[in-house]
């Protein structure tokens, strides 16, 4: 199967605009933790608190460019 992500699992990407309700800032850092190929390509990132503590997971096209589901993390 041909690979459809720029990116893979533990890849580390930043977030290229600000959720503020989830508490991420534009540029804050987050992994890869899921690579999606159905029903579309698409990635699941995790961003975390300076303590390692899950604020949010966010699933984006694979460019990054649109947001497919935001899932905040309860503290």
Known sequence: MARTTTYKELDEV??????????????????????????EPAIEVEYAD???????????SPDLTEIYVVHPEAP
Do not use: I, S
């Open 14 to 39: 930043r977030a290229p605009w600000p959720l503020p309700e989830v508490g991420v800032g534009a540029g804050d850092r987050g992994v890869v933790v899921m690579e999606y190929e159905n029903p």
């Open 50 to 60: 300076k303590e390692g503590v899950p604020k949010a997971f966010v699933v984006y």
